[in-house]
């Protein structure tokens, strides 16, 4: 997670997570997987010191070790668009998912992975 990263501080080791990819590519703007957050830590200086600035550059502020994750058949937002409770009802809904990390309810968590 980055220091600005939405949401950070509201993570704890339990947590159900979903993992969305945005963009354009192939799978992008489609839930493909879920897990949950077994436990959350700062970088050590000397992990800080090896990461590749070029890949996640350097305001990394906690790393999470992620369990029990499971790959899902790409689940499209579109396709749920409707259901979910975080995504307003215009066309402007891709700024919903925009921070890096957005709390849902368990009826949307419940409405994507089933």
Request: some cysteine.
């Amino acid at each position: 997670m980055y220091e600005n990263t939405s949401n950070r501080h509201a993570l704890k080791p339990g947590d159900r997570v979903l993992i969305y990819l945005a963009g354009t590519m192939k799978a992008a703007q489609h839930f493909v997987a879920m897990s949950t957050i077994e436990e959350i830590h700062s970088p050590s200086k000397q992990a800080l010191k090896e990461i590749d600035e070029d890949i996640l550059g350097t305001r990394v502020h906690s790393i999470l070790k992620l369990k029990d994750t499971t790959w899902l058949e790409p689940v499209g937002i579109k396709s749920k668009r409707e259901k979910l409770s975080f995504l307003p009802k215009h066309s402007r809904w891709g700024a919903a998912l925009m921070g890096g990390c957005r709390r849902i309810f368990r009826d949307d968590f419940e409405a994507i992975v089933n």
